[in-house]
């Protein structure tokens, strides 16, 4: 039973333009979010995070929008740039349980 | 300053043999986490420690495997008998508290194939 789901498996954008990562819960207690990101041969490394609280945090190119209703999470970068080419995970946890991740989106940013 | 260290960052084993992964979290981190990545797949929580203590063990896939952290700093998974499925690769994570509501800190995982 996969708890957090990302169904695309791979996103290619134009460096200078928008991406859009998202993500689908099915549980719902969770109710602290985060984003990482991954390089090959790396460890997943953290980007931001959201609690249930909110429905929108921002750290410079990076904004994570959270909808409760509708168990969905997105993961805006803009401008992309193409060091931002990588593997993104979605994670969320329940009452400061462990983190249960979803199965990646491959971020490709072009020239 | 340093990060979560594992070693070996590779380790190849013939099937039946037993491995032992280590990892070193950050100085001062309450929280140890070990994680399994298989191929294509997100991380999957194997083992929970606060402290020296092992607050949650329910992601073990079998007997086969066990972790401890005996002095609340360095942890060990141990997996014993070593089948074809475990070849993954098992990521350390520790976070300063002992909740889970902050991030977690990774290292780069150690990449076991077993033949």
């Known amino acids: 039973d996969q708890q957090v789901k990302q169904n695309s498996p791979s996103l290619s954008v134009q460096e200078g333009r928008i991406s859009i990562l998202n993500c689908d819960y099915t549980?719902?207690?969770?109710?602290?979010f985060l984003w990482y990101k991954k390089y090959p041969a790396e460890g997943p490394t953290f980007l931001i995070s959201?609690?249930?609280?909110?429905d929108k945090n921002e750290d410079g190119r990076f904004t994570v929008f959270l909808n409760k209703s509708a168990k969905h999470l997105s993961l805006h970068i803009v401008p992309s740039q193409p060091g931002d080419s990588a593997v993104y995970f979605c994670?969320?946890?329940?009452?400061?349980?462990?983190?249960?991740f979803g199965t990646g989106t491959r971020l490709q940013v072009f020239p | 300053g340093a990060g979560v260290s594992q070693s070996p960052r590779y380790k190849v084993a013939k099937r039946g043999q037993d491995v032992a992964l280590r990892c070193d979290p950050i100085?001062?981190?309450?929280?140890l986490f070990w994680y399994q990545q298989a191929l294509g797949q997100g991380p999957e929580f194997l083992t929970y420690?606060?402290?020296?203590?092992?607050?949650?063990k329910s992601g073990l896939p079998s007997d086969r495997f066990f972790a401890e952290r005996p002095e609340g700093s360095v942890s060990t998974l141990k997996i014993q008998r070593t089948q074809q499925e475990d070849s993954a690769v098992y990521l350390c994570?520790?976070?300063?508290?002992?909740?889970?509501?902050?991030?977690?800190?990774f290292g780069n995982g150690t990449r076991l194939t077993v033949t």
């Open positions: 994670a969320a946890s329940a009452n400061t349980d462990k983190l249960i």
């Open positions: 549980n719902s207690m969770f109710d602290y």
């Open positions: 100085s001062g981190h309450v929280s």
């Open positions: 959201i609690s249930s609280i909110k």
């Open positions: 994570a520790s976070s300063p508290s002992g909740t889970g509501d902050s991030p977690l800190h």
């Open positions: 420690f606060q402290n020296e203590a092992q607050l949650d």
